[in-house]
């Protein structure tokens, strides 16, 4: 037995020669006030004088317009269309466009052609549907999405720009780690694998200073927002060795590719290499897979990352410390000239990343300080649907322009009272509604609210 829901019960509209004054009824109470209404119209009131004479003056008005059962029509083609007076304009497009499903523009221009007509209607409908609130709330951009790729430029040396993230939690081990702090270098992409207890930033910078006293300090370090990695403490550490921290934007993982794909892969082999084993000694592994990382050919570049950063490969051996490798290895003569190489082709790989990656892109908009915008939401409605979950909040305001399509916002005073501050990319950005003011065809401006027209 099927059931209907409670969309399914709702009637059809009926589809007879009343459904003009039907519809005209949400405007007015009756005929009559349908009458009234149009009176009170200067100029359509003019109008009804002249065809109500049925003289021979304004031929135009005659030729344009006729009255049925006393009120005013427009003549387009055969079809007659109510001559909707101004101060009933804004009442039918409500009517047509939010009491109707708050379909777009085009859809809602059409449904309103069918009985409706006044002088500039496409144009007053176009700002009214920017300017629905509902829709801005619910409805995502159509098209390309906004945003090109902004490739970071790679040093031509290792351990110049390092990319730092957390994986986990894990099970606490048995010497009691819960997570692992990953260190990649962008040039060679040798990682340096950290079991550490938490994600606080005391942490973090603990282990970003062991890292330097083995590999020296990075002119760039690129992360996540995570709370590790902005707190105050993290921002004097990077301010002490004068190292430029870029973080990268809410929901935008690609800023920090180079890790989150070894985050994929430290998962996957830490969960096959701990099989049958106590899953507390998950961090017994982790030099295992630190090493087989490292000395795995990178068939894009011909070299494993070892042999970029020491000149050959490493020795394998779960007590053998990264200093101590580092003291007894002897530098392969070539290796300079082998990292030119590899300098060379990532960059062609960028180039080519970028041209992929812009074919289904087009060029963001852009916003200036103090503008107001809304950003897409991450729905994380837990144990709910989230069909009907609106994807986008605001407004919230511009606070820094950062670059390659990328902005700092905060909430606006008086719409919430948590204080939010987050970088976002462009692509999850979109315009908020402003004031504006359009001449309509009568050359008197009507003020009201209206989407940007970036």
């Known amino acids: 037995m099927q059931h209907a829901d409670s969309l399914s019960r709702n009637p059809l509209p009926a589809d007879d020669s009343d459904s003009l004054d039907l519809h005209v009824l949400n405007v007015v109470q009756d005929k009559h006030s349908v009458l009234a209404a149009q009176l009170s119209d200067p100029k359509l009131k003019l109008i009804k004088g002249i065809l109500d004479r049925n003289s021979t003056e304004a031929k135009d008005i005659r030729h344009n317009y006729t009255l049925n059962d006393g009120k005013i029509y427009r003549k387009v083609g055969d ?18 466009h939010d009491d109707s499903g708050h379909f777009s523009y085009e859809k809602t221009l ?19 549907v920017r300017a629905c609130i509902p829709c801005a709330y619910a409805k995502e951009p159509f098209g390309k999405k906004q945003g090109l790729l902004y490739p970071i430029s790679k040093p031509s040396t290792p351990f110049e720009c390092i990319h730092i993230d957390h994986v986990g939690p894990f099970v606490r081990s048995k010497t009691g780690n819960t997570y692992v702090l990953g260190i990649i270098d ?3 992409k040798f990682i340096v694998l950290r079991a550490v207890r938490n994600t606080k930033s005391k942490t973090s910078i603990q282990a970003l200073r062991e890292f330097i006293r083995l590999f020296g300090c990075p002119k760039v370090i690129i992360s996540d927002r995570g709370t590790s990695f902005t707190s ?17 934007a809410v929901a935008t993982p690609r800023a920090n590719g180079q890790i989150e794909r070894y985050n994929r892969t430290i998962l996957g082999s ?9 899953d507390r000694d998950w961090d017994c592994n982790l030099n295992n897979v630190q090493w087989s990382l490292n000395n795995t050919l990178k068939k894009a570049i011909g070299k494993t990352p070892a042999q970029l950063v020491f000149g050959k490969d490493t020795v394998n051996s779960t007590e053998t410390h990264l200093h101590e490798i580092s003291e007894n290895l002897t530098l392969d003569e070539n290796i300079d000239e082998t990292r030119k190489q590899v300098s060379s082709h990532i960059s062609k790989q960028q180039e080519t990343m970028k041209a992929r990656f812009d074919k289904k892109r087009c060029t963001a908009n852009t916003y200036k300080l103090g503008d107001l915008v809304m950003i897409a939401k991450n729905v994380r409605n837990v144990g709910n649907s989230n069909k009907l979950v609106p994807p986008f ?35 999850k950005i979109k ?24």
């Open 270 to 278: 830490l969960t096959a290499l701990n099989i049958d084993k106590d």
């Open 431 to 454: 315009p908020w509604i402003r004031l504006g003011s359009i001449p309509d065809s009568d050359s008197e401006n009507q003020v009201f609210y209206s989407h940007s027209d970036q």
């Open 232 to 248: 105050d403490e993290f921002k004097k550490f990077t301010g002490k060795y004068k190292i430029k921290h870029v973080k990268n």
């Open 186 to 188: 962008g040039f060679s």
């Open 79 to 96: 079809v007659l269309r109510w001559a909707v007076p101004r101060d009933a304009r804004w009442k039918i497009c409500q009517f047509c």
């Open 110 to 128: 059409e449904k309103m052609r069918r009985d409706y007509w006044f002088s500039g209607m496409a144009r007053f409908i176009k700002k009214y």
């Open 393 to 427: 909040s605001g407004p919230y305001k511009i606070t820094t322009v950062l670059g390659n399509d990328r902005y700092e916002v905060c909430n606006v005073e008086g719409f919430s009272s948590r204080k939010y501050r987050n970088i976002y990319s462009a692509h």
